[in-house]
């Protein structure tokens, strides 16, 4: 169990890189072609290059250590639930 956390808490951090990324890279997008961003600009659109990051850190990080904790465990699932069903049934019996 230690080793799958271990392989969703790196699929989070992975995320935590990822997911602020993209959002630098749309933020870009929209400061180049919104026509309100540019000169005479308050700097609004500038200060969404580091809000904007900041704001998606944590739910990236935790969509994808979702993400790696229900892949792990669905890796897990035994490949005949009839027979993984009997073993427990039987459990503690002796034959």
Known sequence: MGRLLLKALRTGLWGLVIGPLAAV?????????????????????????VTVP?????????????GGLLQGLWQRCPADPAAAIRRLRNWGRQE
């Open 25 to 49: 890279i749309l933020v870009f997008g929209a400061i180049i072609f919104d026509p309100k961003c540019g000169a005479g600009d308050s700097g609004g659109c500038a200060m969404g290059l």
């Open 54 to 66: 900041i704001t998606v850190a944590l739910p990236s990080f935790a969509l994808f250590f979702v």
